[in-house]
């Protein structure tokens, strides 16, 4: 970060070489590293997109290699619907909540999922999975005063500025 601290969240490859995370991860960023699940590999961001106002960052990571994530169709997820969240809480290890879509909030054209699938400060950036395994969210907040108001960003959303940064 700017001020020499680290800030650590995390990230879901959904293209070659594009990672989605939140702003709000590297707002304070002057240099982003992106290690894998192991700690044995890193790659150094190229750029990032910025949406602000969605709080939603696509990082160009170029030489990163893994399995791309199969992406659930816009407005898939419904009430009651099982999911998963998926990140790297506090920078450690992986964790993996169950939950339902216990909301859906329109919002800009998309529906932002509360669930119930509960997730930690630095899982920002992760996963949230239906059933099948396919992306239906990013992991974006929660409310500070705890209980199960855990909420993601739409695919909708990473799929616009997905679109928007191959016509740059």
């Keep these: 970060n700017t001020d020499d601290s680290t800030s650590l969240g995390s990230a879901v490859l959904f293209e070659p070489g594009k990672l989605a995370t939140n702003c709000h991860v590297t707002r304070r960023a002057k240099h982003i590293v992106v290690l894998d699940a192991a700690e044995t590999m ?13 709080d939603l960052c696509i990082l160009s ?5 893994s399995e791309v994530l199969s992406v659930a169709e816009p407005g898939a997820p419904r009430i009651g619907q099982l999911v998963y969240a998926v990140g790297y809480p506090k920078g450690g290890k992986l964790a993996i909540s169950g939950g339902e879509v216990e909301g ?44 199960a108001y855990h909420f993601a960003v739409p695919v909708k959303w990473l799929a616009a500025q997905s679109d928007a940064a191959e016509a740059d």
Excluded: N
Excluded at 42 to 54: A, E, G, L, N
Excluded at 117 to 143: H, P, V
């Design 104 to 147: 859906l909030h329109a919002y800009e054209g998309a529906k932002i999922i509360r669930t119930s699938a509960q997730f930690d400060y630095g899982a920002s950036g992760g996963a949230l999975f239906d059933g099948d395994g396919r992306l239906l969210g990013i992991l974006t907040f929660k409310a500070r005063a705890g209980g």
């Design 42 to 54: 890193k790659w150094t961001v190229r750029s990032q997109r910025r949406d602000i106002h969605h």
């Design 61 to 65: 990571v170029p030489g990163i290699a």
